[in-house]
């Protein structure tokens, strides 16, 4: 929210730029403080404030000030602030993490666990019949696939990762009713992917995407995980997109684990690390 804010300064009139520079300079404070104190504190009027709020798409000023003081309640400002290349490693470091914390912080709260209990729910359903979970991605979001296909190899799952196109193809050709395939994607708008999502979908599997909403893939399956965040998909090197599929994968193996059961669970786990213990020096 406050970095569409930034951006839309330029093109709004000059009495509106003074309020949105009062929003960015104190967020916490706007969403609390009455209409006519922003507007003595912008040197502007009561309707400018209102029209401003109606400029960045909101209806009126309590509804951006609701979506404001959500943006703001956990305490790390939600602005993308980009890495300069005179940065000090410390600015790093806070900017990096600063990103991050907020992304997830609002992925937190705007979640759709209805989505995600659907989700956990096929998997489920296939991993009970003894069907196949695969997971597709491409490029970064390939890595993302293969920890997926780690996280859930590990409960006893029969799954597998395919980060090439062809190979993709060619598996959703052989999926079929009680398969279920989870296709991971920063844009939503790899070709190879919506191919891989098509016809799995037409022989029967159960889709899950975790992509970006109003994406064409996002549309393409049965069931869509929102991973909506300030990073723009044709970013060269994204960062909290990938970190936020991860964690993505990372709950819905957290639930099946615990749909499982730890009576079921934990005896092939503590066998698995004991037989990894020849692997470690000692």
């Known amino acids: 929210m406050l970095d569409r804010i930034k951006a839309s300064l330029p093109s709004l009139a000059p009495a509106e730029q003074r309020v949105g520079k009062l929003v960015l300079s104190d967020p916490r404070s706007f969403a609390s403080l009455p209409v006519s104190e922003l507007a003595e504190r912008a040197h502007v009027s009561k309707p400018t404030v209102v029209r401003f709020c109606r400029s960045m798409g909101y209806d009126g000023l309590s509804d951006f000030k609701l979506k404001l003081a959500g943006t703001v309640s956990e305490g790390v400002p939600f602005i993308h602030r980009s890495v300069d290349v005179d940065d000090k490693t410390s600015d790093v470091l806070v900017k ?58 590990r409960l006893g799952i029969n799954a597998i990762a395919y980060s090439d196109g062809h190979m993709q193809v060619m598996s959703a050709s052989l999926l079929g009713a009680g398969d279920c395939v989870v296709i991971v994607s920063n844009s939503g708008r790899t070709r ?25 893939l996002a549309n393409a399956g049965h069931i869509h995980l929102a991973a909506d ?10 960062m909290t997109s990938r970190l936020m599929h991860l964690m993505v994968i990372d709950v819905l193996a957290t639930c099946v684990a615990l749909r499982i059961g730890g009576q079921q669970l934990q005896p092939l786990l503590k066998e698995m690390k004991n037989n990894l213990r020849s692997k470690r020096y000692t």
């Open 96 to 153: 990096v993490i600063d990103n991050t914390v907020a992304a997830f912080l609002k992925y937190r709260n705007d979640a759709s666990t209805h989505a995600i209990e659907r989700a956990v729910d096929a998997l489920m359903a296939t991993y009970r019949s003894r069907g196949r979970i695969e997971f597709f991605g491409a490029g970064n979001s390939g890595i993302v696939a293969q920890d997926a296909q780690h996280k859930f190899f």
């Open 229 to 238: 965040h300030p990073e723009g998909y044709d970013r060269y090197s994204p």
């Open 192 to 216: 190879d992917l919506m191919d891989a999502a098509d016809i799995a979908r037409q022989h029967g599997a159960t889709v899950i995407t975790i992509t970006a909403s109003g994406s064409p």
